[in-house]
């Protein structure tokens, strides 16, 4: 069974840095790309990052780019999420993904139960 | 910039057909942009429902299909029960590599 246990959630202030984890389990990681989807409070799901299966493509959301980078450790199962210079309107639940095949342009199917971010003064 | 478009709000009645649709603002869309369908309810993860067009999840009762009709991507529910009730969002992917989420649909089932 796919399990995707996101970590490293918390309250941050506006300007601050955050790294968020997703430890993956029940499938050949290193043969799937993953994402990073985030809800904000009452809103609707929004895409924030991408990763190929073997970490040489990544994608960003416009509104992310320049300051989240998406990365990933094959040999630990495990995909992260850093954050920085974080805004008010970063704050959401921070949901890990997996997607169908190694390209981040196949859909995703699996997902964590999301980390929440804070962030506030 | 290409906006994905939903229903914001649809009602059906127990036992009841609805058929939910996925746009572009501009555009057609079609199997290749792999339109997906995820089902949330409050303070809970999404559900994979169907995934490109029509490919039904594991364990997702087969009175959820998915199709593309005219120029949309459609979710069907036929036998709506109330545990239906839910938000319901699509997501195309449409070459950047990134996929791009609708708005969302919020169904009432009564």
């Known amino acids: 069974e796919v399990q995707l246990v996101e970590s490293g959630g918390g309250l941050v202030q506006p300007g601050g840095s955050l790294r968020l984890s997703c430890a993956a389990s029940?499938?050949?990681?290193?043969?799937?790309?993953m994402h990073w989807v985030r809800q904000a409070p009452g809103k609707g799901l929004e895409y924030v990052s991408a990763?190929?299966?073997?970490?040489?493509?990544?994608y960003y959301a416009n509104s992310v780019k320049g300051r989240f980078t998406i990365s990933r450790d094959n040999s630990k199962n495990t995909l992260y999420l850093q954050m920085g210079s974080l805004r008010a309107e970063d704050m959401a639940v921070y949901y890990c993904?997996?997607?169908?095949?190694?390209?981040?342009?196949?859909?995703?199917?699996?997902w964590g139960q999301g980390t929440l971010v804070t962030v506030s003064s | 910039q290409t906006v994905v478009t939903q229903e914001p709000s649809f009602s059906v009645s127990p036992g009841g057909t609805v058929t939910l649709t996925c746009g572009l603002s501009?555009?057609?869309?079609?199997?290749?942009?792999?339109p997906s369908w995820y089902q949330q309810t409050p303070g809970q993860a999404p559900r994979t429902l169907i995934y490109?067009?029509?490919t039904r999840s594991s364990g997702v009762p087969d009175r959820f299909s998915g199709s593309i009709l005219g120029n949309k991507a459609a979710l069907t529910i036929t036998g709506a029960q109330a545990d239906d009730e839910s938000d319901y969002y699509c997501?195309?992917?449409?070459?950047?590599?990134?996929?791009?989420f609708g708005g969302g649909t919020k169904l009432t089932v009564l």
């Open positions: 993904a997996r997607g169908t095949c190694s390209s981040t342009s196949c859909p995703v199917t699996s």
């Open positions: 029940g499938f050949t990681f290193s043969s799937y790309a």
């Open positions: 990763i190929s299966s073997n970490g040489g493509s990544t």
């Open positions: 501009s555009g057609s869309v079609s199997t290749s942009y792999y």
């Open positions: 490109s067009t029509n």
């Open positions: 997501v195309l992917y449409m070459g950047s590599s990134l996929g791009v």
